[in-house]
């Protein structure tokens, strides 16, 4: 549908209207929050619903980093985060791999299994899942959470790296294999290489699944120095739920490493939804 | 294949078995095993041990009131006001979520099918709730919601729509939409993103043969792009029902289910009352009817996807 043959200034202006609603609607609450986090202490209730501050600060920022925990639920956060995408992507690598080249007894099985997996309500096992991990006494550790973490996220990235590897040839490792290398090395020489970008679009799916990851958390964990982001965030603000400010900036914070990997992966965004499978 | 090279010595019946068995049961489950041994670990296992909490009375708070009641707490839950409540409140909130969400992601889909200046700056910025961590977008709704900080109120009061500037998320009639405004923000860019995929592929000639015919925009859309969209759109509304029925954090961090459990939905009913009452027996009979109804509503589906779709 070409707009250049036809000008329909009718058309034109909804258009235009479409635009600035979607860009308010999803931008506003973002503003929203930048514009509370900068406003200072003093400001907050006389002017807390204007729409720009008359002055802004970025003590609210400061204290955040260096008057509370924070700094490290970033870091419990990020390391979690960041085992939880490694772990996931080799693990579905692998396995997306396998349903890529290989047909197999139980294929079908294991395909449907892993996307019942997607379908039942996850907090069903948040008991049991408390129960096992406390009869191990890996309670508020982070290495239990990047295990569940790993566990939940497995079937999505399988299916994203299996769409990556479907558009790969298979007369390319077909080829290193006739030169003598085993399907293995054939992997890892030819195909790893060419699947780069799907790795890094995993990795980035699976981090923000890890670091938005709430519930569990806050089943998990109780200790103050083992909290993630969310879990820790949640504490503030359920203890000091007057200090808008500070708690704002801490939600600024949260948003930076998500936004970055998401403005990583936005190329692959529609590419890898529609071809793997769907998922929020 | 690397088979071959090892048993290049026994005779070709056995080489070809031991190929055979290498390729197709051995060698995929070298790559698959790790992924299915921790899915099997960590989902399924806890999946049938919380089927059996069911049928338990497992509270920590009640250490030594432990063992198996049969359907003790089924027959509890049937009694439970607040179970059908939250029944209730399960379809208004994912009916509510779900038709915002497809509507105006279907409505950015046909918008990002078009040309205009600056469009892939405005594709990246529509898109951005989708990365907001969910426990975020709910707070930050909720600071919206909230007369001293937020301007929501007074823009709805201003409007007429509320008589006084107050929190609607205090309100038990209207606490709902709080966090139904709150996913749709969040959800609207996945519809997007998947019937902007679905509206690429369709062949562009229908459009240039439908214009020549003298067609008018309005024709095309219900007789292209709908017909072309529709398996698509029935997939994604099927599995993104499941997901918004199961999807609590919202409503916990906004509401806590609260106020007098006017938001309570069922996931977020499973997760108080395993983490705040830590009665796991009764939240595993909870999840086990969720489930249930979740299986229920597959199974129709199915059966109307056989009869519309014809594959």
């Known amino acids: 549908m070409s707009d250049t043959t036809r000008r329909n200034p009718m058309l034109m202006m909804g258009k235009s209207a479409a635009i600035t609603f979607y860009l308010t609607f999803a931008l506003f609450p973002l503003y929203w929050l930048l514009k509370i986090a900068l406003t200072p202490d003093r400001l907050i209730f006389t002017e807390g619903t204007n729409l720009a501050p008359s002055e802004i600060t970025f003590s609210n920022f400061t204290s955040v980093l260096f008057k509370t925990d924070f700094l490290s639920y970033f870091g419990n956060s990020l390391i979690v985060s960041l085992g939880t995408a490694a772990v996931t992507t080799v693990i579905a690598a692998g396995a997306g791999y396998a349903f890529s080249r290989f047909h197999f007894s139980g294929k079908k099985i294991i395909i449907a299994v892993m996307l019942i997996t997607q379908m039942f309500p996850l907090l069903m096992i948040i008991a049991p899942i408390y129960k096992i991990i406390a009869s191990f006494g890996l309670l508020n550790s982070l290495s239990s959470l990047i295990i569940v973490y790993t566990a939940f996220n497995i079937p999505f990235a399988t299916f994203l790296m299996q769409s990556f590897f479907d558009g790969i040839p298979r007369d390319l ?108 | 294949m690397i088979a071959n090279t090892h048993t290049s010595v026994t005779s070709g019946e056995t080489r070809a078995r031991r190929s055979f068995y290498w390729r197709y049961m051995v060698e995929p489950y070298f790559y698959l095993s790790p992924a299915l041994i921790l899915i099997g670990v960590v989902m399924l296992v806890p999946l049938i041990v919380g089927i059996s909490y069911s049928f338990q009375s497992i509270a920590l708070l009640k250490p030594f009131d432990t063992g198996w009641v049969g359907l003790e707490n089924y027959a509890a839950l049937w009694d439970d006001r ?107 860019p996945f519809f997007a993103i998947t019937l902007l995929a679905a509206l690429q592929s369709i062949p562009s000639e229908l459009y240039e043969a439908a214009e020549m015919d003298g067609a008018s925009a309005w024709q095309c859309f219900t007789k292209i792009t709908l017909p072309f969209l529709a398996p698509m759109i029935a997939i994604t509304v099927m599995l993104r029902t499941i997901w918004i029925a199961n999807f609590a954090d919202m409503i916990y961090v906004m509401t806590g289910g609260g106020p007098a459990n006017s938001t309570q939905i069922l996931s977020s009913y499973i997760f108080t009352t395993a983490f705040r009452k830590l009665d796991f027996g009764y939240a595993s009979a909870i999840a086990v009817a969720l489930l249930g109804l979740l299986l229920i509503y597959a199974v129709i589906l199915l059966f109307v996807r056989q009869k519309l779709v014809k594959v």
């Not at chain 1, 820790?232 to 949260?254: I, N, R, Y």
């Not at chain 2, 040309?115 to 709730?129: C, D, E, H, S, T």
Request: proline fraction near 6%.
């Open chain 2, 82 to 188: 607040k179970f059908w409540l939250a029944l209730e409140n399960t379809f208004r909130w994912t009916i509510g979520s779900l038709s915002l969400q497809f509507l105006l992601g279907l409505g950015l889909a046909l918008l990002l099918n078009t040309q205009f200046r600056g469009k892939r700056l405005f594709q990246a910025l529509v898109f951005l709730p989708w990365a907001v961590p969910t426990f975020l977008s709910a707070l930050t709704w909720a600071w919206l919601f909230n007369p001293v900080i937020g301007p929501l109120p007074h823009w709805l009061h201003d409007l007429g729509l509320l008589s006084e500037p107050y929190n609607i998320l205090g309100d038990p009639d209207l606490a709902i939409w709080g966090p139904i405004t709150a996913n749709v923000w969040f959800g609207v």
């Open chain 1, 173 to 280: 490792e077909e080829a290193a294999m006739m030169e003598g290398c085993t399907r293995f090395q054939a992997l890892r020489k030819v195909v790893i290489p060419l699947t780069l970008p799907g790795l890094g679009a995993t990795l980035g799916f699976v981090f923000t699944a890890a670091w938005s990851e709430l519930l569990f958390a806050l089943m998990l964990i109780s200790k103050n120095d083992t909290m993630t982001f969310p879990v820790g965030l949640l504490t503030f603000v359920s203890k000091f739920s007057v200090d808008w400010g500070q708690m704002m900036a801490a939600g600024v914070l949260a948003l930076i490493p998500s936004c970055l990997f998401f403005i990583f992966i936005q190329r692959y965004l529609v590419q890898g939804l529609t071809s793997g499978a769907v998922k929020g």
